[in-house]
């Protein structure tokens, strides 16, 4: 079967290769996918991911700490030494950042809902585990009992008494905090605000994890209901007055702010790097245990196949999880802590989902492209959703198409389904495309478990989390060992992915003009996605770390062919506007 696969023309440039014999030259894409398809099993990220989800995690508390040394403690058995202990010539270390929180951690531990006088109980944290607001405090250990009022509407909530009393209202929290905590003295809220992508008419138990504003001063707290959930309580509010009892128990606390970085030291361009992130917040087990795991099995492999000599590292491979965004912000600015530039970035995020389950499909979420200003035939925003950008917000470089053909490859290999979609952000990619450095979003969308507590082990699939690391790590391995030859390849596919791009717009603008569309509109976005591909092909001009006359000049052929065809598709437009 696998003979017969065909491969895209980059992945098949050199001899074959005996897995069990020392990397003499740089190995193909080929090869690298043989090394991963073997090692990545997937058996340690589903294992990661089942102990990671357990915990309801959030910067600081028990389960986010837990998985930090969870973490440390397997890159040590897989080899890696800690940074302070490690020689100069050591090839795999890591460490743990440490910072002082400015504000306290928080976790949940106990909570019931309860209707006063039928003792129906609305919501158990057993059982919904998303039930707290986070920054919730806890009640009195027998739990407060007060009236609802039943706020419909901001009109209603301007004129309404709540004063001692507990909220209810279907609305998001901005807003409803500020008239109802802040000004009106409620003791608390309850919100229902679940969105139609969840289909809470189906998952009637889901909540979605919602937060309180941090506050030193107002001590409140906050329930956040499902659709079940809150049904029952407008049915028992049509009858009249409903009281309710409600049980909170959280843990506020000083805690500190922990990162946990790894590193495969370069053997020859130590200094330059590819850096994958994950990060460990949020509760779920797609989002974000899946990534954690996935991340894990990933540089435990790499640890064995250095060791084995069977994989070299050229470049430095750098794995980082902590807090999303803010983490990988911090490792990007903070140069003095680096010992390499980084040349690319990927972030691994709800990367294990059994999508049978929960709907979506895998997704590579692009650097910002002309699809992301112009969204049409193909492109398409996910529910997650995006805003429009313009072309001074572009990112040309060769790590899309890059990116989307080793994945493709690997869908194709596994009868795996691979999508991509517009930039839309909210990630630990975007810190990397805010520092100008080339970075994408590996990803699933829309799940209907999205941040609520259904997303649970149950979701994940572990031969999603086996074709991700196992088209991750291709990746890597192809970029930080990338020779003139790699390069050469490289440009092909990206000529021919501009080519196809190109001549699908123009099928769509010379159907956009037909319906009366301006000519000079359509020239435009072909004008755009060619200044963009021809951008992206110089971009390769890093794949070699020294200087290389051969790869400048398979670049400057390549764009002196893009910008030919381009002409050529734009004077036919203009014909067939005449």
Same mark, same amino acid.
């Given at each position: 079967?696998?003979?017969?696969?065909?491969?895209?023309?980059?992945?098949?440039?050199?001899?074959?290769? !005996?897995?069990?014999?020392?990397?003499?030259?740089?190995?193909?894409?080929?090869?690298?996918?043989?090394?991963?398809?073997?090692?990545?099993?997937?058996?340690?990220?589903?294992?990661i991911t089942a102990f990671v989800?357990?915990?309801?995690?959030?910067?600081?508390?028990?389960?986010?700490?837990?998985?930090?040394?969870?973490?440390?403690?397997?890159?040590?058995?897989?080899?890696?030494?800690?940074?302070? +202990?490690?020689?100069?010539?050591?090839?795999?270390?890591?460490?743990?950042?440490?910072?002082?929180?400015?504000?306290?951690?928080?976790?949940?531990?106990?909570?019931?809902?309860?209707?006063?006088?039928?003792?129906?109980?609305?919501?158990?944290?057993?059982?919904?585990?998303?039930?707290?607001?986070? +920054?919730?405090?806890?009640?009195?250990?027998?739990?407060?009992?007060?009236? /609802?009022?039943?706020?419909?509407?901001?009109?209603?909530?301007?004129?309404?008494?709540?004063?001692?009393?507990?909220?209810?209202?279907?609305?998001?929290?901005?807003?409803?905090?500020?008239?109802?905590?802040?000004?009106?003295?409620?003791?608390?809220?309850?919100?229902?605000?679940?969105?139609?992508?969840?289909?809470?008419?189906?998952?009637?138990?889901?909540?979605?994890?919602?937060?309180?504003?941090?506050?030193?001063?107002?001590?409140?707290?906050?329930?956040?209901?499902?659709?079940?959930?809150?049904?029952?309580?407008?049915?028992?509010?049509?009858?009249?007055?409903?009281?309710?009892?409600?049980?909170?128990?959280?843990?506020?606390?000083?805690?500190?702010?922990?990162?946990?970085?790894?590193?495969?030291?370069?053997?020859?361009?130590?200094?330059?790097?590819?850096?994958?992130?994950?990060?460990?917040?949020?509760?779920?087990? +797609?989002? !974000?245990?899946?990534? /954690?795991?996935?991340?894990?099995?990933?540089?435990?492999?790499?640890?064995?196949?250095?060791?084995?000599?069977?994989?070299?590292?050229?470049?430095?491979?750098?794995?980082?999880?902590?807090?999303?965004?803010?983490?990988?912000?911090?490792?990007?600015?903070?140069?003095?802590?680096?010992?390499?530039?980084?040349?690319?970035?990927?972030?691994?995020?709800?990367?294990?989902?059994?999508?049978?389950?929960t709907g979506g499909s895998f997704?590579?979420?692009?650097?910002?492209?002309?699809?992301?200003?112009?969204?049409?035939?193909?492109?398409?925003?996910?529910?997650?959703?995006?805003?429009?950008?313009?072309?001074?917000?572009?990112?040309?470089?060769?790590?899309?198409?890059?990116?989307?053909?080793?994945?493709?490859?690997?869908?194709?290999?596994?009868?795996?389904?691979?999508?991509?979609?517009?930039?839309?952000?909210?990630?630990?990619?975007?810190?990397?495309l805010k520092a100008n450095i080339?970075?994408?979003?590996?990803?699933?969308?829309?799940?209907?478990?999205?941040?609520?507590? !259904?997303?649970?082990?149950?979701? /994940?699939?572990?031969?999603?989390?086996?074709?991700?690391?196992?088209?991750?790590?291709?990746?890597?391995?192809?970029?930080?060992?990338?020779?003139?030859?790699?390069?050469?390849?490289?440009?092909?596919?990206?000529?021919?992915?501009?080519?196809?791009?190109?001549?699908?717009?123009?099928?769509?603008?010379?159907?956009?003009?037909?319906?009366?569309?301006?000519?000079?509109?359509?020239?435009?976005?072909?004008?755009?996605?060619?200044?963009?591909?021809?951008?992206?092909?110089?971009?390769?001009?890093?794949? /070699?770390?020294?200087?290389?006359?051969?790869?400048?000049?398979?670049?400057?052929?390549?764009?002196?062919?893009?910008?030919?065809?381009?002409?050529?598709?734009?004077?036919?437009?203009?014909?067939?506007?005449?």
């Amino acid at each position: 079967m696998k003979l017969k696969h065909i491969l895209p023309s980059f992945l098949i440039f050199i001899t074959l290769f !005996n897995c069990s014999d020392k990397p003499k030259s740089t190995l193909t894409t080929a090869q690298y996918f043989d090394l991963a398809r073997q090692n990545f099993t997937g058996n340690l990220a589903y294992e990661i991911t089942a102990f990671v989800e357990k915990y309801w995690r959030v910067v600081g508390n028990t389960g986010y700490n837990a998985t930090i040394y969870k973490i440390a403690s397997t890159l040590e058995e897989a080899g890696y030494v800690l940074e302070s +202990n490690a020689a100069p010539n050591e090839v795999l270390t890591y460490r743990i950042e440490k910072r002082e929180m400015k504000r306290d951690t928080w976790e949940p531990v106990a909570a019931s809902l309860t209707i006063v006088g039928n003792n129906q109980k609305l919501l158990d944290h057993a059982t919904n585990r998303n039930m707290m607001y986070l +920054n919730s405090v806890s009640t009195p250990p027998e739990g407060v009992v007060a009236e /609802v009022v039943h706020i419909k509407d901001r009109k209603d909530l301007m004129t309404a008494d709540v004063k001692g009393k507990i909220v209810f209202a279907e609305m998001s929290l901005g807003f409803l905090y500020r008239k109802a905590i802040v000004e009106g003295e409620a003791i608390g809220l309850i919100t229902y605000d679940n969105p139609s992508y969840l289909q809470p008419e189906k998952n009637t138990t889901s909540i979605q994890f919602r937060s309180l504003p941090y506050s030193e001063k107002i001590k409140t707290w906050g329930i956040a209901l499902s659709y079940e959930a809150k049904e029952k309580l407008k049915a028992n509010l049509l009858k009249g007055k409903v009281t309710l009892k409600v049980h909170i128990q959280t843990k506020i606390y000083p805690s500190e702010d922990l990162t946990i970085i790894a590193n495969i030291k370069g053997s020859e361009v130590p200094k330059e790097s590819f850096v994958f992130s994950a990060h460990i917040q949020e509760p779920g087990a +797609n989002d !974000n245990a899946s990534g /954690v795991g996935v991340q894990l099995e990933m540089a435990t492999v790499s640890a064995k196949l250095i060791k084995a000599e069977k994989l070299n590292a050229k470049r430095t491979l750098t794995f980082l999880w902590g807090d999303e965004i803010v983490s990988t912000r911090r490792y990007i600015m903070e140069e003095e802590k680096r010992s390499a530039d980084i040349n690319w970035g990927i972030s691994l995020d709800m990367v294990g989902e059994n999508t049978s389950l929960t709907g979506g499909s895998f997704l590579i979420e692009k650097m910002p492209d002309p699809s992301a200003v112009w969204t049409r035939g193909n492109d398409k925003h996910t529910e997650w959703g995006g805003s429009v950008l313009s072309l001074e917000d572009m990112k040309p470089h060769y790590l899309n198409d890059f990116i989307i053909e080793i994945f493709k490859n690997q869908g194709k290999f596994a009868n795996w389904e691979v999508k991509t979609n517009p930039f839309e952000g909210g990630s630990d990619h975007t810190p990397f495309l805010k520092a100008n450095i080339p970075g994408v979003l590996l990803w699933h969308f829309t799940d209907q478990f999205y941040h609520t507590d !259904n997303d649970r082990i149950e979701m /994940v699939s572990q031969e999603t989390l086996k074709n991700v690391g196992v088209g991750a790590l291709v990746s890597a391995y192809t970029l930080i060992n990338a020779d003139d030859t790699t390069g050469k390849q490289i440009i092909q596919t990206i000529l021919d992915k501009a080519e196809k791009r190109l001549r699908d717009e123009f099928e769509i603008s010379k159907t956009a003009v037909t319906n009366g569309k301006l000519n000079t509109d359509e020239i435009q976005i072909l004008t755009a996605w060619n200044n963009w591909y021809i951008d992206a092909l110089g971009s390769t001009d890093d794949l /070699v770390p020294a200087s290389s006359n051969l790869l400048k000049n398979e670049i400057n052929k390549a764009q002196e062919t893009l910008r030919k065809i381009t002409d050529t598709l734009i004077q036919k437009l203009e014909k067939h506007t005449k």
